[in-house]
T-cell receptor, first 114, second 112 residues
Framework: EAGVAQSPRYKIIEKRQSVAFWCNPI?????LYWYQQILGQGPKLLIQ????????DSQLPKDRFSAERLKGVDSTLKIQPAKLEDSAVYLC????????????FGPGTRLTVT | GQQVMQIPQYQHVQEGEDFTTYCNSS?????IQWYKQRPGGHPVFLIQ?????EVKKQKRLTFQFGEAKKNSSLHITATQTTDVGTYFC????????????FGSGTRLSIRP
């Protein structure tokens, strides 16, 4: 079974530029999560999708971050414009369904904003 | 809002010693999950606890969920170098089962 795919793996941008990350979850998984993990901290949930609908985006900085999962499969997360404090690893995870199901994480995208 | 705290932040042990990390939530949890993240890697699911007072074992790892469902622990017996990494708990509250909060993690390092 293929795991969660993410691209790119690394990205370096200057502040005020924009960037987009892509995630393809495990086939058949209805729930998709985007996390931000700052060095030395635990993953922070940014947004959770159930199929193509948003379940929770309470911690997503909506003035600069946006995410979509149009067909209920793959998803993109965008930052526009980026700030220095956005430097982090962005992790995508998926699970069969929401609730009591384990999450499978992708390798993450390491973003450096200079 | 809901907070999930883990202690200790770091633990450095001699190989063969035991290790325990504790997870405490400010609210009652519907379930708790534990993940391990190796250096440079991504979190990998270890186990999920759902019932009050539940205890589960995986070889040298023992997981407990508190009676009040507000705390949990992970105990590793006789650590090995392969246990190196950061251990995270992640819980969702009863009031908002879709919202998952990760703890700050406990980083385990081992002296061979």
């Amino acid at each position: 079974e293929a795991g969660v795919a993410q691209s790119p793996r690394y990205k370096i941008i200057e502040k005020r530029q924009s960037v987009a990350f892509w995630c393809n979850p495990i086939s058949g998984h209805a729930t998709l999560y985007w996390y931000q993990q700052i060095l030395g901290q635990g993953p922070k949930l940014l947004i959770q999708f159930q199929n193509n609908g948003v379940v929770d985006d309470s911690q997503l900085p909506k003035d600069r971050f946006s995410a979509e999962r149009l067909k209920g499969v793959d998803s993109t997360l965008k930052i526009q414009p980026a700030k220095l404090e956005d430097s982090a690893v962005y992790l995508c995870a998926s699970s069969f369904d929401r609730g009591t199901y384990e999450q499978y994480f992708g390798p993450g995208t390491r973003l450096t904003v200079t | 809002g809901q907070q999930v705290m883990q202690i200790p932040q770091y633990q450095h042990v001699q190989e063969g010693e035991d290790f325990t990390t504790y997870c405490n939530s400010s609210t009652t949890l519907s379930n708790i999950q534990w993940y391990k993240q190796r250096p440079g890697g991504h979190p990998v699911f270890l186990i999920q606890l759902v019932k009050s007072g539940e205890v589960k074992k995986q070889k040298r790892l023992t997981f407990q969920f508190g009676e009040a469902k507000k705390n949990s622990s992970l105990h590793i017996t006789a650590t090995q170098t392969t246990d190196v990494g950061t251990y995270f708990c992640a819980g969702s509250s009863r009031s908002s089962a879709s919202k998952i909060i990760f703890g700050s993690g406990t980083r385990l390092s081992i002296r061979p």
